[in-house]
């Protein structure tokens, strides 16, 4: 096993030695990556001070919710974050590499660059975390740990698998002749290419609308024992793990059928 | 492997070193064999925005030829001819749409993991490198990727490092290096795992004289000690004269000629040319014996003459024009693929209309 995870390993290795060379230029980054997290909570932070209540939850309550949703994408963001920058990498026949290398073509994708910068957002999550704990009432039980590690873990491979499904949406989104010309004149278009134009409407999405549910508001629910509205009892709050098995899968057979869209198998 | 024998004798001019390598080594079956193979894009192009018109291009029309073990091929062909694209599909990039191709015996797809240990692959346009690293680390990597043991790569590395004289530049990130650097980088990695068939599409493109020069000593020398197998595409007719005894010409994704290079030059006459920058305006240089005028510029400022050396000397060509005008400056030009691909047509096909 760990032989087979070898060439990862040296993967991620020259990866983290190139980022952490400059120091003080990934020092910025982290800086920067940290204030986009603050600015976040600020939002939070700003709501309830005009509310008390917002979806059964008060401001301690959405403060737990907010650490949850961000350590878990932060660490998505992480490992994966880059894979969004498919165009690039069709345009700059990178992908083409990875085909001629005896690896799949997808694990080498996740493991040919790694955002370290972005632990700066991961830290104002934990840090949040740490302030949010004790200040609401939990009855702690070592099931209720369990669902805490469980929903960041779970959370954090649950939009790592969106990551991923939005790649494979993307081998369909960027087509046309100005794609074909790049790929047969090189690097002219390079520069009049919008660099990952479908990145900021899915992260968004995937940031906000489709996590507040599933990710971090049900398991929010299930450790505060407060029964969940409508439709969304929080017992739900337990089936992270389920959630992330049933969305890898999907994801890895869009990623497929990406995949062969592009080197024309079908589809 | 039955294919091989009938698609070489079937080459036009009947290659005689090609038959050489035929008769001269055991065949092991073809390096790579295709049948038929096709592939088509589809194109839309947004020019209007209510009618996005579609079209179909056939960038690789039914091409069948097979490559013997240990042979080199020079794969021309002017741009857009399908080149690359055939390229793609020998490498397990791109599915054929039609037709069959076979990789050191592997279907490319279906087995592009295994077939990518026994090919190395270089595009000139495009790097393999990481940007960020330097080759020292750039091989570590590929190393582990191919999993190679650490006895035998490193040997290998220092072999390549040494041969290609990459021991100036091993330690500089690659985004720092020269094109000739880089592309030497390039081959090197391409090469580490020690592949039976090389692959390069356009390795000289934008290299200057001498590093065109040690590159092609080195994959002379490259070939001799390991046998390696060389499909290279190029636009330079010096490469597929130092490196290649086979040629293949392509032409709008269909073989237009498979044969070696004398036979090539029989078909096509090895025209050179020679640009005349002339004192003053002169009238056109027509009735220059043994060379046809091909083109004036700069109303009689700039003029071209094309002859054959078979026929007569640029000494001669130029001693004529002497006679006519004064000359300020000359160069002479290699026929280019693209005037080749012309020439091929004009042999097969009677020239209807003149100064096409
Ligand atoms: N990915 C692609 N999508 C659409 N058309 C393509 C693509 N790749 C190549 N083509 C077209 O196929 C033809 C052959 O291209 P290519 O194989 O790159 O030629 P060459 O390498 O001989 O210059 C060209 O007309 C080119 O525009
Ligand atoms: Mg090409």
């Known amino acids: 096993m760990a032989d087979r995870l070898r060439p990862y390993r040296v993967l991620l290795g020259s990866r983290i030695r190139s980022q952490t060379a400059y120091r003080r230029s990934f020092a910025m980054d982290v800086l920067g990556s940290m204030s986009i997290g603050v600015l976040e909570f600020a939002e939070v932070y700003v709501i309830f001070a005009n509310v008390d209540v917002l979806g059964e939850l008060d401001f301690a309550a959405a403060a737990l919710l907010f650490a949850v949703a961000n350590i878990a994408f932060s660490l998505a963001d992480l490992v994966i974050g880059h894979i969004d920058a498919i165009p690039t990498y069709l345009r700059e026949g990178t992908l083409d590499a990875f085909l001629l290398r005896p690896l799949p073509v997808l694990a080498q994708l996740v493991t040919s660059d790694i955002s370290l910068r972005r632990l700066g957002r991961t830290a104002i999550g934990g840090a949040v975390l740490a302030v949010a704990l004790p200040l609401n009432e939990i009855a702690w039980s070592p099931a209720k740990v369990l669902l805490l590690v469980t929903a960041i873990v779970a959370g954090a491979a649950i939009f790592a698998a969106l990551f991923v499904c939005a790649a494979a949406i993307q081998f369909w989104l960027v087509e046309g002749s100005e794609f074909a010309n790049s790929f047969t004149y090189g690097g002219s278009y390079a520069a009049e290419y919008p660099a990952s134009v479908f990145a900021l409407p899915v992260r968004i999405l995937f940031a906000f609308v489709v996590p507040a549910a599933f990710v971090a508001y049900l398991p929010t629910l299930a450790l505060l024992d407060i029964p969940g509205p409508p439709g969304l009892p929080s017992w739900l709050g337990w089936c992270g793990p389920l959630m992330a098995v049933a969305i890898w899968a999907v994801a890895l057979l869009g990623w497929r059928a990406g995949l062969r869209h592009y080197t024309g198998a079908g589809s | ?356």
């Open chain 2, 1 to 356: 492997m039955t294919t091989a024998v009938p698609a070489i004798n079937r080459a036009a001019g009947a290659g005689r070193r090609t038959r050489e390598i035929l008769e001269g080594r055991p065949l092991d079956g073809p390096i790579i064999d295709m049948r038929d193979l096709r592939r088509d894009f589809t194109v839309r192009s947004p020019a209007r925005r209510l009618r996005r018109s579609k079209r179909t291009v056939h960038a690789v029309d039914g091409l069948t030829f097979a490559m013997p073990t240990g042979s080199a091929i020079g794969y021309i062909g002017a741009n857009g001819a399908g080149k690359s694209t055939t390229i793609k599909m020998i490498t397990g990039i791109l599915v054929p749409s039609s037709g069959a191709v076979r990789t050191c015996g592997l279907d490319p797809i279906h087995h592009r993991r295994q077939l990518a240990r026994r090919i190395g692959v270089v595009f000139g346009q495009r790097t393999q490198l990481w940007w960020d690293l330097p080759l020292r680390e750039s091989f570590r990597t590929l190393a582990a990727i191919h999993r190679l043991p650490e006895a035998t790569w490193l040997k290998r590395r220092d072999e390549l490092v040494d041969r290609l004289d990459l021991g100036t530049f091993v330690d500089t990130p690659v985004r720092q290096l020269s094109l000739g650097q880089r592309i030497r980088g390039e081959i090197a990695a391409a090469l580490l795992h020690s592949p039976p068939l090389l692959i390069l599409d356009e390795p000289t493109i934008g290299l200057d004289v001498l590093s065109k020069e040690r590159l092609r000593l080195f994959l002379t020398e490259q070939r001799d000690l390991h046998g390696t197998s060389l499909l290279l595409t190029t636009h330079d007719m010096d490469d597929v004269q130092r490196l290649t005894e086979r040629v293949i010409v392509v032409d709008h994704g269909r073989m237009v000629y498979d044969g070696d290079l004398p036979g090539l030059v029989g078909r096509v006459g090895a025209q050179r040319m020679m640009v005349l920058d002339l004192v003053e305006p002169s009238a056109p240089l027509s009735d220059v014996p043994d060379a046809e005028l091909v083109g004036v510029e700069a109303e009689g400022l700039r003029q071209r003459l094309s002859f054959s050396p078979e026929q007569t000397t640029a000494a001669a060509v130029l001693a004529a024009v002497g006679e006519r005008t004064e000359v300020r400056d000359l160069s002479i030009e290699e026929p280019d693929i693209e005037d080749v691909v012309r020439r091929l047509y004009l042999s097969t096909t009677p020239p209807r209309d003149a100064g096409t």
